[in-house]
Nanobody, 124 residues
Framework: QVQLVESGGGLVQAGGSLRLSCAAS????????MGWFRQAPGKEREFVAAINSNGESRYYTDSVKGRFTVSRDNAKKIMALQMNSLNGEDTALYYC?????????????????WGQGTQVTVSS
């Protein structure tokens, strides 16, 4: 079983950047496919980005393509989300998630483990 802890959120002006991290413990990190999701106030949680277990495959929701980059360091057991050109629509609570196995996954239901989230607020 893996435990996940997000960090790196905060308040940033529109056009700025943030780098989120997801630190894993308690499992063999390199066995897990990982994902980032977010939930804005009054909205459902949505997929943001995903990466497969060895880091060679990535997938993004359309609204963040070209602005966000997901990466992982299996030796350090960390997944990161570099977020550039932030705008107000990126304001949300960001969660990382993990599921054991191969592939890149966009659906929330397939992920077995979740962090508590880190808040990102973009001011105009």
């Amino acid at each position: 079983q893996v435990q996940l802890v997000e960090s790196g959120g905060g308040l940033v002006q529109a056009g700025g950047s943030l780098r989120l991290s997801c630190a894993a413990s308690g499992g063999t990190f390199s066995r897990y496919a990982m994902g980032w999701f977010r939930q804005a106030p009054g909205k459902e949680r949505e997929f943001v980005a995903a990466i497969n277990s060895n880091g060679e495959s990535r997938y993004y929701t359309d609204s963040v393509k070209g602005r966000f980059t997901v990466s992982r360091d299996n030796a350090k057991k960390i997944m990161a989300l570099q977020m550039n050109s932030l705008n107000g629509e990126d304001t949300a609570l960001y969660y990382c998630a993990a599921r054991e196995g191969l592939g890149v996954w966009t659906r929330m239901a397939v992920y077995d483990y979740w962090g508590q989230g880190t808040q990102v607020t973009v001011s105009s």
